[in-house]
């Protein structure tokens, strides 16, 4: 007979609903649930990998949902990366919290993938306010912190004198400035879209109140059940996997040519969304956990770092020019191999000494990272002295 899940909810406020729901449906399945504030806990290193303490106690888990508010992100994921180290399955990793808690790393991550975004300026002077409103297409524009949840610290401006006074204002509180474009046709309303596993379990249009442009639910915006669209699907499961993400909410806002990433929230809240769908969102949650964690995705880097000094490195061909048209073998040296071969949609896996290099190929390699550096830099070094 298989042993009932143990599982860890990192949550300071037990009694919220989001909390009670992912408990009563975890504990109707069966499961051992404990709920830990992330802030009552200790961290014991250098025993094996190490142990997470609450009350005195060592936690046993077999999986865990990270809950963590904004204002401890990181006492949350200091937690979270020990669960981590203890090969415990965590549904969002500390990574993938902090990619997803930082809108300018979010959206230069996505956006170079080609997932749609609000076009962005970052701004570290007042001074460059105007000058960031005409790259993203004038006023009104949308004046937000870097970092921030549920709407707070987002601003929009209908002038420039308005942008700068905010710009200046959150400048003044050590906050990382953004001046982003204004979906006009979206005002007051986005898409939310609940990600599990890599797979959509539910969505939710949200509509703003009277004048308030932003739609969040605990605003007192409307949510309203919606017909999700294949493209917004697509955008919402990629948008999620890029940044790591297990458990989420993708906003989507619905621009003329289509969805556009607004943002993926790592906690998301689960009452709007089950009221609207009518999804047992919480419940479809613990069971891609009760899967999941047997059966755990692996970061390949950290499994390749483990030897010392090793590690995987890209070289990319049109950098190193007098490569293209050799072969592989002569970009490895001793010791090392290639590990995949990148070129444009594909990935050819342990390929062929003998394939022949092209401009836009992508070699990743894994062997001694010295190694391998010093040997790029001699022949870096062969070439210079050629010409």
Request: proline share 3%.
């Amino acid at each position: 007979m298989m042993r009932a899940m143990r599982l860890c909810i990192l949550s300071r406020g037990p009694q919220l609903y989001s909390t009670r729901r992912l408990v009563k449906e975890a504990e109707d399945r069966g499961a051992e649930v404990e709920i830990v504030d992330p802030l009552e806990t200790s961290l014991v290193l250098g025993e094996r990998n190490g142990q997470v303490i609450h009350r005195g106690w060592p936690i046993q888990a077999d999986a865990v949902i990270p809950r963590i508010g904004y204002s401890v992100t990181s006492e949350g994921v200091r937690v979270v990366r020990q669960f981590e180290s203890q090969g415990v399955y965590v549904a969002n990793s500390a990574d993938s919290i902090l990619r997803s808690r930082d809108k300018l790393t979010a959206s230069q991550i996505l956006s170079h993938q080609g997932i749609p975004v609000p076009r962005t300026a970052l701004v570290t002077s007042w001074r460059d306010t105007e000058r960031a409103i005409s790259r993203v297409g004038g006023v009104p524009c949308v004046i937000k912190a870097s970092q921030g949840t549920q709407g707070n610290s987002v601003h929009l401006a209908h002038s420039i004198r308005d942008a700068s006074e905010l710009v200046y204002r959150l400048l003044a509180n050590r906050e990382t400035v953004l001046v982003q474009e204004y979906i006009r046709e979206s005002h007051g309303r986005d898409v939310r879209v609940i990600v599990a596993g890599g797979e959509v379990i539910a969505a939710m249009r949200r509509v703003a109140r009277g004048r308030e442009f932003r739609s969040n639910f605990h605003l007192g915006g409307q949510v309203e059940p919606v017909e999700l669209k294949d493209e917004y699907a697509k955008v919402a499961i990629r948008a999620a996997n890029l940044l790591g993400i297990e458990v989420g909410g993708v906003d989507l806002l619905e621009g003329r040519s289509g969805p556009i990433l607004l943002e993926v929230n790592s906690s998301p809240g689960l009452e709007g969304i089950e009221r609207a769908s009518k999804v047992n969102v919480a419940g479809k949650i613990i069971d891609m956990i009760s899967q999941r964690h047997r059966i755990q995705s692996t970061d390949l880097q950290e499994v390749i770092r483990r030897r010392s000094g090793h590690g995987a490195l890209t070289v990319r061909i049109k950098d190193w020019p007098e490569f293209i048209g050799r072969r592989i073998k002569d970009v490895q040296m001793g010791g090392s191999r290639a590990l995949t071969l990148l070129r444009g949609k594909d990935h050819i896996w342990s390929p062929d000494e003998e394939f022949v290099l092209q401009p836009n190929d992508e070699l990743v390699i894994y062997g001694e990272i010295a190694s391998i550096r010093a040997h790029m830099q001699r022949r870096d070094t062969a070439s210079e002295e050629r010409f």
